[in-house]
């Protein structure tokens, strides 16, 4: 990395241009947003759960999905992580990354991919990092599903926003055909769905709630061990169940 010395007015001067920011990161005593409507976020949430992972980063290598700004990426190799890499889709927020992980001198690879190319990436980390990404996504569970078979090596962590109930119900094993109350318990899992926006925001397209999130992890292989912070989830790979990326139709019925 880079020894360049960064005056505070040199800082102050590139945070404006390469604004606006979603992450309120303090680089060397200036913040990047500071009238973040979430106040200071991430920092706010990654201080709720942040315990429950730093014992696994040090010596490990992590991949930090939808990385944005690069609050988790630098989080992360203050920890000891032996290599981090941040990946996301908007060049934009890639540019804010790059300058953050500069002025803190902290050596953090960014590339521009997609959740749905993270096969291409051929490697496994110790450590995936699946924050803030999920109701962005037009094909949530797909995402999941190549996270699990193609990069993820042992933790998830999960963070999503989430609506509706916070009750948790544990679905049956299966259903009559005739049966549907239980589509209407608050507990059951949801996923809704946004036609046009949420919160100003084009990009939000599906928001599940506890139930819903809880189902897809274990849809997609990931067994929660812990639920430290209302949104986050950490979760161990497991092999996946059967039957998970089947495609309708089936032929016949299960012997």
């Known amino acids: 990395m880079s020894n360049r010395h960064f005056t505070t007015d040199d800082i102050r001067l590139r945070i404006e241009q390469l604004g606006p920011w979603f992450h309120n ?15 200071d976020y991430p920092s706010v949430k990654w201080r709720q759960f942040s315990q429950s992972i730093i014992p696994e980063i040090e010596g490990h290598t992590v991949l930090d999905i939808g990385c944005n700004a690069g609050f988790y990426s630098i989080e992360m190799k203050r920890r000891g992580a032996a290599r981090v890499l941040g990946i996301d889709n908007d060049e934009d927020y890639l ?7 500069e002025v803190n001198d902290l050596d ?4 521009n991919i997609s959740v749905y190319d993270v096969g291409m990436l051929r490697e496994r980390f ?15 569970l797909l995402a999941l599903d190549l996270i699990h078979e193609h990069v993820a090596g042992n933790l998830l962590v999960f963070q999503s926003m989430l609506r509706g109930s916070s009750e948790v119900e544990r679905p049956s094993e299966d259903y009559d055909f005739w ?20 919160a100003n925001d084009p990009t939000n397209w599906w928001i ?12 997609s292989g990931f067994e929660i061990e812990l639920h430290p912070e209302d949104e986050v989830y950490i979760c161990r790979r497991t092999e996946a169940p059967a039957g998970a990326g ?3 139709p089936t032929k016949g019925r299960p012997t």
């Open 246 to 248: 089947a495609v309708y």
């Open 126 to 140: 110790d450590i995936v990092l699946f924050l803030g990404v999920l109701y962005h996504l037009r094909h949530p």
């Open 95 to 101: 540019r804010q990354a790059r300058f953050a992980a």
């Open 208 to 219: 599940p709630n506890n139930a819903c999130v809880e189902a897809m992890l274990r849809s």
């Open 25 to 39: 990161m303090e680089l060397r005593g200036v913040r990047t947003a500071p009238t973040h409507f979430l106040g």
């Open 108 to 111: 953090i690879e960014f590339r």
């Open 179 to 198: 049966e549907d109350d239980h589509f209407s318990r608050p507990g059951y899992p949801k996923l809704h769905f946004v036609e046009r926006r949420y």
